[in-house]
């Protein structure tokens, strides 16, 4: 039967759709971090940051996100005050 949604481009084949769950199932795999490799991400940040800014290490969050096309590593950094000359500047003034 023939179907016109195909024609004009409103349902993609059932080519393209393997093919992109391939290249989600790719980016995955390449990218896929272990919680051990995450928790010394943070650990880390956490070194590297101490020296310029306080953190609340409690707050902090390293996730990988996967999209379509790449993975992204995103990292939420609370910080509590910013070292300023060895000495500390509240963040909040």
Request: charged letters at 30%; aromatic letters at 4%; glycine letters at 6%.
């Amino acid at each position: 039967m023939f179907d016109l949604r195909r024609l004009f481009g409103g349902q993609k084949g059932s080519k393209t759709r393997a093919k992109e769950r391939l290249q989600l199932i790719l980016v995955h795999d390449r990218s896929s971090l272990s919680p051990e490799l995450i928790d010394l991400i943070k650990s880390r940040i956490i070194d590297v940051l101490s020296e310029f800014v306080e953190i609340d290490e409690k707050g902090l969050a390293v996730e990988l996100e996967h999209s379509e096309e790449a993975a992204a590593l995103i990292t939420n950094i609370p910080i509590k005050a910013v070292r300023r000359n060895g000495g500390m500047r509240s963040a909040r003034n």
